[in-house]
């Protein structure tokens, strides 16, 4: 069970620092998708792919002082900041093993945004559907967000860069 949490401190770890709990949850499910074995459970939410399993390991994580949770106001919303304490450092290294690529993978997605990543997780999400259903079923359940036919491209040679890196 600890296993599980010691992955998440990984994965935060090495992106050095996540900003936003919407782009940390993004991230994990992409590399769940990618086959990294991240074992949340996830629905469909108003964001797009969620995992409240996630959310409460975070927040259990950040209780136990292997991750920091910084709020920032900006404004209209709060914006939350993860990073890895030492304590963290070596609670995951004690229970987690190296996983190959699992760093590129979590450097690629940490350089997008929140945006950007909300919309390749909700094309992953839909995987089972053809290209076109799949673009046709985003701009359904993210219509406001007005996806560009440039972004899709970019998600869909982002997705294809990715599986280079599925763990089989």
């Known amino acids: 069970m600890l296993e599980d949490h010691a992955k998440v401190v990984q994965f935060v770890s090495l992106a050095k620092q996540v900003t936003g709990r919407k782009k940390l949850q993004k991230m ?95 094309l992953l999400f839909f995987e089972e559907l053809s290209k076109e259903e799949q673009i046709e079923k985003v701009h359904v359940v993210k219509g406001k967000l007005n996806f560009t036919e440039q972004e899709m491209k970019d998600a869909f040679e982002l997705i294809d860069m990715l599986s280079k890196f599925k763990v089989n």
Do not use: W
């Not at 996630?54 to 209780?63: A, D, G, K, N």
């Open 28 to 122: 994990v499910y992409i590399a769940k998708k990618m086959q990294f074995p991240f074992h949340e459970k996830y629905h469909f939410h108003i964001y797009g792919p969620y995992s409240e399993e996630l959310t409460l390991r975070v927040e259990e994580l950040c209780t136990m002082g292997f991750l920091t949770e910084q709020m920032e106001d900006k404004g209209s919303y709060v914006q939350y900041c993860y990073e890895v304490t030492d304590k963290g450092e070596d609670f995951y290294k004690a229970l987690c093993k190296e996983q190959q690529n699992l760093s590129e993978v979590v450097s690629v997605l940490n350089s997008k945004s929140a945006r950007f990543l909300e919309l390749v997780s909700t």
